[in-house]
């Protein structure tokens, strides 16, 4: 029982992690219908840029003071993440916009494949993992006789905070009624007197935001990071927003924890264990689609002219 | 003065297939003019591409004198034009409200509100049932909706795309009656429209569009009488 609690526990941090960065997929693939493969890299981007904000910017002197330390690595991941996912879409995907959706989504694998490299090379010592800090918050808290790793607990927090904050957004806003309208009916949005450009690189920040948060707590909780946790944890999210159907917020967040649970329960109790955890993700989605070919809390019927 | 809308020479085309071809009409400030024309005509085309949606492959439009026809859809309605367009396009997963905040989207005056009470004056239905989804809305609903939404940015010129379609009787009196109350508070209406007797009835000046070309023009009535307009257009003859 212990045992189950635990790896429940486990499984919600990893579902939080995921779950930030599926909104961004999902919220993409709403407004301009791409995949955005290169999702994945920007989360690692966004740990990598408060890691080097860690190393080069904060002073010696506060660096074990967790909050100077934490809040500026979250604000600077969050910030090198924006302005890569920014420079993408203004550079690789803003001139595609019409072209058959192939092209983007090709553009898309290739873009992620050349962030990913370009850290490798340009980032000093990052072709092996590197070490995150942790210094600064450590310790769980015990609950019974199960362990929450404080850093656990706060990326689950902020995974659940930032869901609320960012519907409420959504449906309350003036920006978020745009970026619905544009979701829905591109053309007209513009008779409305939307700028199509700017709610859809309003959307790409946003996602890119919640992928760099969620790359720096991800560091903060594993204490290393590789240029590879993009990919995987890219995949993840993907699946979690397609789980949750594509295009719904609320949809990729319960889709991020529902995988997250599944990789750690099929990862302790299935036969295979963790090596045999990323299948039983898969075979969770195909019986989900199955029966539910818009996902979870996906439309039924995407109405488009 | 110039009009405060000119087309002039307009060609539009989708790929290959040219959909209209040569058009030139003008909007006088204050007027209903009507364009009418055959299915396929060009009548939609051409609205969109006065509302920035598409680009012309020749000819120009002109807004008080100035050309609009390079600029985008979200500056076109800036500048004082609506659209609203055939088939109503309303956002079907938002509330009638949201659908009205967005016809206001450009605007951040304080009259948004009063704006929002008089449209649900106008089409009460929609004032009682304003936390509804427009999706679940009947047709002839909808497209209060939509002539509402198309309101709620103030147009110096509105365009409507069809707004009697799928109504009653009743209420196709009661959105041509609006037309005229709009007309009389100062918007300049360019309506396109199946129901070519009641639309040229209503209106100051009328357009009949043939594959694509503009074919005749005169007051409203004038064409009314004409029998070439009730040939094809009335079903006599
Ligand atoms: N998206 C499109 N692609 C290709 N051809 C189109 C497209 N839209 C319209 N057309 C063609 O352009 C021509 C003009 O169409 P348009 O919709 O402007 O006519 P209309 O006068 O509004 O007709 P209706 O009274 O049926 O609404 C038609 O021949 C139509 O088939
Ligand atoms: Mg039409």
């Known amino acids: 029982m212990t045992t189950l609690l635990q790896q429940l526990v486990y499984g919600l941090i990893l579902g939080g992690t995921v779950g930030l960065i599926a909104l961004g997929y999902t919220m993409v693939y709403g407004i301009v219908q791409l995949i955005n493969f290169a999702h994945g890299e920007i989360f690692m981007v966004g740990a990598f840029g408060a890691l080097a904000t860690f190393t080069w910017v904060i002073p010696e002197g506060v660096k074990g003071t967790w909050y100077i330390t934490l809040p500026l690595m979250v604000i600077a991941g969050a910030v090198v993440s924006m302005v890569i996912a920014l420079i993408i879409e203004r550079l690789a995907y803003k001139p595609l916009r019409n072209a058959p959706r192939l092209a983007p989504l090709i553009t898309a694998l290739g873009v992620s494949v050349a962030l990913k490299e370009a850290v490798r090379i340009w980032y000093p010592g990052a072709t092996a993992p590197l070490p995150f800090p942790k210094e600064f918050l450590t310790g769980s808290i015990e609950l019974g006789s199960i362990l929450i790793p404080k850093t656990g607990l706060l990326i689950i927090v902020v995974a659940v905070v930032l869901t609320v904050l960012l519907q409420v957004y959504i449906n309350t806003s003036r920006m978020g009624r745009a970026m619905r309208a544009t979701a829905q009916d591109p053309d007209t949005a513009r008779l409305m007197g939307i700028n199509p450009d700017r709610t859809i690189v309003l959307t790409f920040a946003i996602g890119a935001v919640l992928a760099g948060v969620a790359g720096v707590l991800y560091g903060v909780h594993i204490n290393n990071i590789s240029i590879d946790i993009g990919f995987q944890n890219g995949i993840f999210a993907f699946t979690a927003a397609v789980l949750g159907g594509i295009g719904s917020i609320r949809g990729a967040v319960i889709g991020g924890f529902v995988i997250g649970l599944v990789k750690t329960i099929a990862g302790q109790y299935f036969p295979g264990g963790t090596q045999y955890d990323y299948v039983w993700i898969f075979v969770v989605l195909i019986a989900v689609l199955v029966f539910r070919p818009q996902g979870l809390f996906g439309e039924t019927e995407r109405v488009r002219a | ?237």
């Open chain 2, 1 to 237: 003065m110039s009009p405060l809308l000119e087309v002039r020479n307009l060609s539009v085309a989708y790929g290959a297939i040219e959909a209209v071809r040569d058009i030139s009409f003008s909007v006088e400030e204050g007027q209903i003019v009507s364009l009418i024309g055959a299915n396929g005509a060009g009548k939609t085309t051409t609205l969109r591409t006065i509302s920035g949606l598409l680009r012309p492959t020749r000819g120009e439009v002109l807004f008080r004198g100035r050309p609009i026809h390079r600029q985008a859809a979200h500056e076109i309605l800036a500048s004082g034009i609506a659209h609203c367009p055939e088939g109503r396009r309303l956002f079907g997963r938002m509330t009638v409200e949201e659908n009205l905040q967005l016809g206001a989207y450009v605007r951040n005056d304080t009259g948004i509100e009063a704006d929002m009470q008089r449209v649900y004056e106008l089409f009460p239905v929609l004032g009682e049932r304003r936390q509804n989804k427009a999706g679940l809305f009947s047709g002839g609903e909808q497209q209060m909706l939509a002539i509402g939404r198309a309101m709620m940015s103030k147009p110096k010129l509105l365009m409507l795309d069809e707004p009697s379609m799928g109504l009653s009787p009743i209420m196709t009196q009661r959105i041509f009656d609006t037309i005229k109350e709009l007309q009389a508070d100062g918007t300049t209406i360019l309506l396109v429209e199946q129901n070519a007797l009641a639309a040229l009835a209503l209106s100051d000046r009328g357009y009949v569009i043939d594959l694509g070309s503009t074919t005749l023009e005169g007051p409203g009535l004038d064409l009314l009488a004409d029998q070439r307009v009730r040939a094809a257009y009335l079903g006599e003859g």
